[in-house]
């Protein structure tokens, strides 16, 4: 089972950016297609985005596609979350998420692909 630790999180006005890192540990990265899940209060957990094995493959819901870009650097086991032009609607908790598949071209599509996340990291957007 690998182990996600999300860090980054913060406050920012509406318009900033924040990068969010995640650390995974126990097992390699490169084993898992990675993702971005968010909560904000009173909603349920969502998708935001996820990246394959391979870092070539990335899928977007509608909301931040053009302004979040997820990356991975597999020799440090780490995926990040560059969050731009951010608005109010992006506060939420974000979760690092880890997905198992065969293929390294694949990116999940929804929160019901991932078997693992970490605790969470908060950022809240003020207008």
């Known amino acids: 089972q690998v182990q996600l630790v999300e860090s980054g999180g913060g406050l920012v006005q509406a318009g900033g950016s924040l990068r969010l890192s995640c650390a995974a540990s126990?097992?390699?990265?490169?084993?898992?297609?990675m993702g971005w899940l968010r909560q904000a209060p009173g909603k349920e957990r969502e998708f935001v985005g996820a990246?394959?094995?391979?870092?070539?493959?990335?899928y977007y819901v509608d909301s931040v596609k053009g302004r979040f870009t997820i990356s991975r650097d597999n020799a440090k086991n780490t995926v990040y979350l560059q969050m731009n032009t951010l608005k109010p609607e992006d506060t939420a908790v974000y979760y690092c998420?880890?997905?198992?598949?065969?293929?390294?071209?694949?990116?999940?599509?929804?929160?019901?692909?991932?078997?693992?996340w970490g605790q969470g990291t908060q950022v809240t957007v003020s207008s």
């Open positions: 126990g097992r390699t990265v490169s084993d898992y297609a």
């Open positions: 998420a880890a997905a198992r598949f065969d293929s390294v071209l694949y990116a999940p599509r929804s929160s019901g692909d991932f078997g693992s």
């Open positions: 990246i394959s094995r391979n870092g070539i493959s990335k």
